[in-house]
């Protein structure tokens, strides 16, 4: 049973361009949303994070929108770059209730054309 | 200094062997992870441990024993490896339950 679902697996964009990544996720109990980023051959990296008090959060080109009564998060890369090329993973946790373990999605590889 | 350090980075083995793979934060946290990540990239908790105590074993197989000399470092042994526990797996810290998880660079284990 997969608790955090993301979509899509994979995603071109071009130089400049908008890459949006989504999840949704099934337990309530979840109460911080963080998004990792991971280059090959490296563990994943926090890249930005949001609980479920705000809608949205920015932190320069990346903006995570959290829609609580859908259940839904989604990322946005503005202005994205061929050095943003990776794979990110949304993730979900409920803290100390579950030893902090963080639920991941499935991934996304993101590809940036120059 | 890489906050997170794993070793080895690779581990070429045959199955039915026992193998370890070491972990040490220089974070000074009290919280670290071992995680799984699959052919297919997906990533699985395994186990949490909170100042040297177990907190969490996800239903991995007993032939997975993790151990905690101290806070700095979460050891993962394992014996009787099996093709299946071909992956690349990642430990990580937090400073404590409700702060975010850094991840080490993981190790490559391939079961010949």
């Known amino acids: 049973q997969q608790q955090v679902k993301q979509s899509p697996q994979s995603l071109i964009v071009q130089k400049g361009g908008i890459s949006i990544i989504n999840c949704a996720y099934e337990?309530?109990?979840?109460?911080?949303f963080p998004w990792y980023q991971q280059f090959p051959g490296k563990g994943p990296a926090l890249l930005i994070a949001?609980?479920?008090?705000?809608s949205e959060k920015k932190e320069g080109r990346f903006t995570i929108s959290f829609n609580k009564s859908a259940k839904q998060f989604s990322l946005h890369i503005m202005d994205s770059q061929p050095g943003d090329s990776a794979t990110y993973f949304c993730a979900a946790t409920s803290g100390k209730a579950a030893g902090n373990k963080l639920t991941f999605g499935g991934g996304t590889r993101v590809l940036v054309k120059p | 200094d890489t906050a997170v350090s794993q070793t080895p980075k690779y581990l070429v083995t045959q199955m039915g062997n026992d193998k370890s793979i070491k972990c040490e934060q220089n974070l000074g946290h009290d919280t670290m992870y071992w995680y799984k990540q699959d052919s297919k990239k997906f990533l699985k908790i395994m186990f949490s441990y909170n100042n040297k105590e177990l907190i969490i074993n996800e239903t991995v197989p007993n032939r997975f024993s993790p151990k905690s000399p101290d806070k700095a470092h979460l050891n993962l042994h394992i014996n009787s490896l099996e093709l299946g526990d071909s992956a690349v797996y990642f430990c990580?810290?937090?400073?404590?339950?409700?702060?975010?998880?850094?991840f080490g660079d993981g190790t490559r284990l391939s079961i010949l």
């Open positions: 990580a810290s937090s400073q404590d339950f409700s702060q975010p998880q850094h």
């Open positions: 337990n309530t109990a979840f109460d911080y």
């Open positions: 949001i609980r479920p008090d705000v």
